[in-house]
Each structure stands twice: as structure tokens, then as C-alpha cells.
């Protein structure tokens, strides 16, 4: 077994020896009815872990290249004939899985795979539950912990709720206030929060951004009893609030009895060594519905976000929009909570913004 696996290259080392593996049994390197070498044989003649040769061999099984028999190995029962038969099944065969373009931000493969394994090991088929309406008891508990660590803002699991995605939680604040509502976004802001807005039949009025935030004059002119506005890093602007800003903003949700919904996706990610203040926490939690996720902070393809609702609102939230399922599984849910439980997620944060501190120093 003459294979080399490069750690180097973007494709995943088990992707690398499924693919050499695949080639040799097309090409008849190991014929129908082979044994293949054992999985410590094939670590150990490649680098690789036994872990790393299992799951080559498990997608190679998936695939109707292998056979696995119980205490006897792994069988080929690919064939020839059988592939040249079958048009559509060379098509499946052949194809390559896409590449994974890794943006800056997204916690590493290896700490991601190892929280899944162990909340597979420690949870068992309670992975395989419907997850609470409101989103899983130990995601919430561990939200709370960190939103208190990390954002000053102490609130009990009842108040959050967890859908799949910023997009998501829009639909719900939509929904809550009701179709003829009058909403206040940012101009320029992202252009799906006013799509979200509209398309739940809300009423938009945009409020121009002056160098620090929505500009005063925009704000109290406005005739939106709600706003909803990113502080620490509009879109696509690039404008953050200041403190000033804020208590600005929290005035006018006093004198108009207004709501704000602080949208803090991307929040995580500041070169500060101390967070800004939320608008949530200097409020004390009255008229601000809080937002973020984690999809820029785990990966994209998790879509999982948060939303903090005011003790005010929790029991006519509960009321119009309790029925609603959970939109995220609960194996992600689980998932999260462990990387937030075990400081993962916190020490990739600081990791994050550590590089991201060096990265703006001058050159010497």
C-alpha cells in the first residue's frame, strides 16, 4: 500500500485515502471479493489515525465499494461489469464532494468532530428527541452562563428562545408585533432584514446612518414604534455605535415607548479585549429584544441563532408564538452547549480576536 496522505492540502486525510482506495478497486488493484488490509495496517503504513482510515472506509462502504463483515474485515463487491451497467450509478461514484472554503472565524474541524463524538457518547439515542419549542434546556442554561461572562447581561433560560438562524428569529419578531407594524431599520442595513420585515407584511421606513449610528434627527421623527438596528458592526457600512449612541437609542424607546431589536451578529468577533456594551445589559432587559448566532462563529452551516426577550414580553411572546416548534435539531442544540460548557467556544473567541489584533498592528 504505496498511498501518501499531505496534512498539507485542504482535502480531509480520509478523504485522501477514501479517493486512493476508490481508485485501486476501479482500477483493479483490489478485485471483487478482496480483503482489504486491516485499519491498523493501513494507519500505520499511511500516518494516519485508525479513526482516519475508519471513516475512509465507512463512505467507501456507503458508497457500494466495500462490504464490512462482522470479525472478518473489509470486502470489495465492486465490479466491473455491475459500474459499466449502470450510467447513473458512475455518475454517483465518480462525483467530488465540494471543496470547503474555510472563512475567518469558524472554530477548527478537529474541536467541532470532538465535541460531536462526545455528545453522541455521553447522550446516547436522546440525540434522536423532539427539542423543546423553545429551544433545548441545556443550550439555554449555557447561553445564559455566557451571555453573563461575556456581555454583562443576566437573564434565565425562559427567556431565550433558539431558531434556525437570524432569518428565522426576524419571521418571529415579525410575527409578534404583527402584520401592519410600523419597523425602523438602518439605511444601509442588510438588505434581508428589510425583506423579512416586509414580506411579514410589517411597514419599513429606513433611518439614515450618520457617522455613529442612526442619525438623531431620523430617530425621533420617526413614526416606527419599533427599531431594529446592528451597533457593533452595520452592514454594509461598517458603522458602530458608541456609547452614546446607545443610551441615544434607549431614550428614544423610553420616550416613545418603542422596542429596539439589538441584532449583535458578529459581536463576537471585535478586536476589543472587552466587549461594547449590549444594548440589552444598559437597558437593564426592558424594551430590547436581543439577537445573535453562531453561524459565524462555528460554521455557516449551522443554523442556529438566539433571540433574548424582555421580561415584558415573554408571556404574550409565549401566547401568539408559543406553539412553534423548535427549528433546530436537538443534536446541534447538544452540540453547541457542550462547546460553550467546556470553554471551547470561549477560548476560540479570544483566539479569534487575538489574531485579529495582531493582524491590525503596524509593520515594523
Known amino acids: 500500500m504505496n498511498y501518501k496522505i499531505d496534512i498539507s492540502l485542504p482535502k480531509s486525510a480520509y478523504l485522501q485515502l477514501y479517493r486512493a482506495l476508490a481508485d485501486d478497486i476501479i482500477s483493479g488493484v483490489y478485485p471483487y471479493g478482496t480483503k482489504l488490509p486491516s485499519k491498523r495496517t493501513m494507519a500505520s503504513e499511511t500516518g494516519v489515525s485508525v479513526i482516519t482510515v475508519q471513516h475512509a472506509l465507512d463512505l467507501l462502504s456507503e458508497e457500494g465499494y466495500i462490504e464490512a463483515k462482522e470479525r472478518s474485515g473489509n470486502f470489495v463487491i465492486f465490479k466491473e461489469a455491475d459500474f459499466q451497467s449502470n450510467p447513473s450509478h458512475e455518475r454517483f461514484v465518480k462525483r467530488e464532494l465540494p471543496k470547503v472554503i474555510h472563512t475567518f472565524?469558524?472554530?477548527?474541524?478537529?474541536?467541532?468532530?470532538?465535541?460531536?463524538?462526545?455528545?453522541?457518547?455521553?447522550c446516547g439515542d436522546s440525540i434522536l428527541i423532539k427539542s423543546p419549542n423553545h429551544g433545548s434546556p441545556e443550550l439555554r442554561e449555557e447561553i445564559c452562563a455566557y451571555l453573563a461572562r461575556s456581555r454583562g447581561i443576566a437573564v434565565s433560560p425562559d427567556r431565550i428562545v433558539i431558531g434556525a438562524g437570524a432569518e428565522y428569529l426576524y419571521g418571529l419578531v415579525a410575527q409578534y408585533f404583527g402584520a401592519g407594524s410600523i419597523m425602523g431599520i438602518e439605511d444601509p442595513s442588510y438588505d434581508k432584514i428589510g425583506k423579512v420585515y416586509s414580506s411579514m407584511g410589517l411597514t419599513i421606513r429606513k433611518l439614515k446612518l450618520g457617522n455613529d449610528g442612526i442619525s438623531k434627527r431620523a430617530l425621533f421623527s420617526t413614526d416606527a414604534k419599533v427599531i431594529h438596528v446592528t451597533p457593533f458592526n452595520s452592514f454594509p457600512s461598517g458603522i458602530t455605535a458608541g456609547i452614546s449612541k446607545k443610551l441615544e437609542y434607549l431614550k428614544w424607546a423610553e420616550t416613545k415607548n418603542g422596542f429596539i431589536v439589538e441584532d449583535n451578529y458578529d459581536s463576537e468577533l471585535t478586536v476589543s479585549a472587552k466587549p461594547e456594551d449590549a444594548l440589552f445589559s444598559l437597558s437593564n432587559g426592558e424594551k430590547v429584544i436581543y439577537l445573535n448566532t453562531f453561524s459565524k462563529t462555528v460554521a455557516p452551516s449551522l443554523r442556529m441563532g438566539y433571540m433574548v426577550l424582555p421580561k415584558d414580553v415573554i408571556d404574550g411572546f409565549d401566547e401568539k408564538l408559543g406553539f412553534y416548534s423548535c427549528t433546530v435539531p436537538i443534536f446541534e442544540q447538544l452540540v453547541v452547549a457542550e462547546l460553550l460548557k467546556s470553554g471551547n467556544y470561549e477560548r476560540h473567541i479570544n483566539k479569534i480576536r487575538r489574531e485579529k489584533r495582531k493582524m491590525m498592528q503596524p509593520v515594523q
Do not use: A, H, N
Not at 472565524?105 to 457518547?121: A, H, N, P, Q
Open 105 to 122: 472565524g469558524e472554530i477548527s474541524y478537529d474541536i467541532l468532530s470532538k465535541t460531536m463524538r462526545k455528545v453522541i457518547l455521553d
